[in-house]
Nanobody, 115 residues
Framework: QVQLVESGGGLVQPGGSLRLSCAAS????????MGWYRQAPGKERELVAT???????NYVDSVKGRFTFSRDTAKNTVELQMNNLKPEDTAVYYC?????????WGQGTQVIVSS
């Protein structure tokens, strides 16, 4: 059974930082395309960043230079370091794993950026 469990969300002031983590079980993160998505209130879920099996990372333009996606194959986790957070980054952040025709999601972790 595949499980993705996110952690690290919370309330932070504008300009602050958070580090999200996604722990995978039942699947190897190195064998998947891993992604972070987010969904703000009243909006559709959007892609934030992805990492391919070969390690190629892509970011949505709005987070480039502020967010860093990393993968730890020993721990079987992926992480999203978020710096210089803005109120528009407020959303529920989801971890995603794609492998062949399967698509797995975590339960999400809430990030609120507010003064």
């Amino acid at each position: 059974q595949v499980q993705l469990v996110e952690s690290g969300g919370g309330l932070v002031q504008p300009g602050g930082s958070l580090r999200l983590s996604c722990a995978a079980s039942g699947i190897a993160v190195q064998g998947c395309v891993m992604g972070w998505y987010r969904q703000a209130p009243g909006k559709e879920r959007e892609l934030v960043a992805t990492i391919t099996r070969s390690g190629l990372i892509n970011y949505v333009d709005s987070v480039k230079g502020r967010f860093t996606f990393s993968r730890d194959t020993a721990k079987n986790t992926v992480e999203l370091q978020m710096n210089n957070l803005k109120p528009e980054d407020t959303a529920v952040y989801y971890c995603n794993a794609k492998r062949y025709f399967s698509d797995y999601w975590g339960q999400g972790t809430q990030v609120i950026v507010s003064s």
